[in-house]
C-alpha cells in the first residue's frame, strides 16, 4: 500500500503540470479592432497632453 502512496505523487503532479501547460499555452484573447483603436488614441491623447503640459513649464520660466 505505501507502494501505490509513493506511485500517487508523481502521477498527481504530471496531471497538474499537464493541466498547467495547457492553460499557460492557451491563445490570449484578442480584443476587437474598435476597442483596441480607442485604447490607442487615448493613449496618444494622454501623451501629447503630458508632452505639451512639460513644454509649457519650460517656457514660462524665462
Known amino acids: 500500500m505505501a507502494v ?3 506511485l500517487i505523487i508523481p502521477v498527481v503532479a ?3 503540470a499537464t493541466v498547467w501547460a495547457g ?4 491563445a490570449p484573447r484578442a480584443t476587437g ?3 483596441s483603436l480607442a485604447e490607442h ?3 496618444t491623447a494622454a501623451m501629447e497632453r503630458s508632452t505639451v503640459g512639460a513644454g509649457r513649464s519650460e517656457g514660462s520660466g524665462r
Open 14 to 16: 504530471a496531471l497538474l
Open 41 to 43: 488614441r487615448r493613449f
Open 33 to 35: 479592432d474598435p476597442a
Open 23 to 26: 492553460w499557460a499555452q492557451r
Open 4 to 6: 501505490l502512496a509513493w
